[in-house]
């Protein structure tokens, strides 16, 4: 069977995160990589932009409650928007910890791992927003959540 390279299957928040997930931190624009060598040269970091939607990237460190490794529990999820998404509200006074559930997930295989190599899952989804049943215990004029896709880096 012959599947073509970038390609990304459809799947439920439900079925990779059955715990659910929560952000840790803030959304933050993922730059190209530029060596010092190029910064000698006077190139700038330009932020990434997704080849398939043409959509620029966004990232953010995602906690997994159900990984089994240490390794999967705290993840990378890259979120395509063209406005820099903006996470469900924390749900705790003092820590940055936000309950989310990803819309429209796909997931794609890639090979992850240095010097030891391991199966992970490329992420996307078209949104994020707070899970029903999630409390906030202080009060914030955002309730929204942006639009975007994500990259989980491992399985």
């Known amino acids: 069977m012959a599947v073509p390279r970038g390609t ?13 997930a929560a952000i840790v931190g803030p959304v933050t624009p993922d730059m190209e990589y530029v ?15 997704d080849e398939q939607t043409g959509l620029p990237q966004w990232k953010v460190t995602v906690t997994d409650p159900s990984a089994e490794k240490d390794r999967d529990k705290s993840v ?7 406005v820099q998404p ?16 990803f819309e429209g997930l796909t997931v794609e295989p890639r ?4 010097k030891f190599k391991y199966q992970g899952w490329a992420l996307r ?28 880096k491992a399985a």
């Open 8 to 20: 990304r299957f459809e799947i439920e928040h439900d079925v990779v995160f059955p715990e659910g």
């Open 35 to 49: 060596s010092n060598e190029d910064k000698a040269r006077g190139k700038q970091p330009k932020q990434k932009i």
């Open 76 to 82: 990378t999820v890259t979120l395509l928007d063209r």
């Open 86 to 101: 903006v996470p469900p509200p924390a749900v705790m006074q003092g820590f940055d910890f936000r309950p989310v559930l």
């Open 111 to 114: 090979v992850m791992g240095e």
């Open 125 to 152: 989804a078209t949104g994020m927003r707070e899970p029903k049943g999630a409390t906030n215990s202080r009060p914030t004029q955002n309730k929204g959540a942006g639009q975007g896709s994500s990259e989980q």
